[in-house]
């Protein structure tokens, strides 16, 4: 099956950084999905993003298919942005329908 | 709309027991998922369903069972609760015909067993 792999896995940021994080897979995907999982448990779905480029205020991601990998930008963070972000991806070849493979995520720590 | 709802939000369970987790959506998706989520782990995905009727395996269905007779309902079984079970488990839904569309999660239930 797909692999999915997001890096870095730990991130410390100081309130107001920029920062990058990455998701690579290992197949063609026909679905790519960027969430936060706040502190509290809670997944909030930020962008469905199986190719391109989209900005939501402050979150921006891009996927290069081609390439098979996802960025996701987050431009003058907050302490709100703290959790974990998880990059998901859905099998192209079908059988799956829409199944979701998560990569393991990327824990950010926003300090004021 | 609710959106996802999952109830219980918590509970505790001996080995051996049984239980039942209910997942509700109001927003006449055709997709429902259930996954879990081990601590410091991803979410991977136990059962899901295409419709009404029709449910299949994930990743990891050992030890439970779903079933669908609505649209709007996904209850996700345990016959024989073992500490392995022990996991936090979220419900979530899409409206898409062929699953390519964004997945909308409901709030978790936390599943210990002891």
């Known amino acids: 099956g797909i692999q999915v792999e997001q890096s870095p896995p730990d991130l410390i940021l100081q309130e107001g950084a920029n920062s990058t994080l990455r998701c690579n897979f290992s197949d063609s995907v026909n679905n790519l999905q960027w969430f936060h999982q706040n502190p509290w448990g809670q997944l909030i779905n930020l962008f469905y993003i199986p190719s391109g480029t989209k900005q939501n205020g402050r979150l921006s991601a891009t996927t290069v298919a081609t390439e098979r990998y996802s960025l996701l930008y987050i431009s003058s963070s907050q302490t709100t942005d703290s959790g974990v972000y998880f990059c998901?991806?859905?099998?192209?070849?079908?059988?799956?329908?829409?199944?979701?493979?998560f990569g393991k995520g990327t824990k950010l720590s926003v300090k004021p | 709309n609710a959106g996802v709802t999952q109830t219980p939000k918590f509970r505790i369970l001996k080995i051996g027991q049984s239980m039942t987790l209910q997942c509700t959506q109001d927003?006449?998706?055709?997709?429902m998922y259930w996954y879990r989520q081990d601590p410091g782990m991803g979410l991977k995905l136990i059962y899901y369903?295409?419709?009404?009727?029709?449910?299949d395996k994930g990743e990891v269905p050992n030890g439970y069972n779903v079933s669908r007779s609505t649209t709007e309902d996904f209850p996700l079984r345990l016959e024989l609760a073992a500490p392995s079970q022990t996991s936090v488990y979220f419900c979530?839904?899409?409206?898409?015909?062929?699953?390519?569309?964004?997945?909308?999660f409901g709030p978790g239930t936390r599943l210990t067993v002891l």
């Open positions: 979530a839904s899409s409206l898409g015909t062929s699953g390519t569309d964004t997945q909308y």
């Open positions: 927003m006449n998706h055709n997709y």
């Open positions: 369903s295409v419709g009404a009727g029709i449910t």
């Open positions: 998901a991806v859905g099998d192209y070849y079908g059988g799956s329908q829409g199944n979701l493979i």
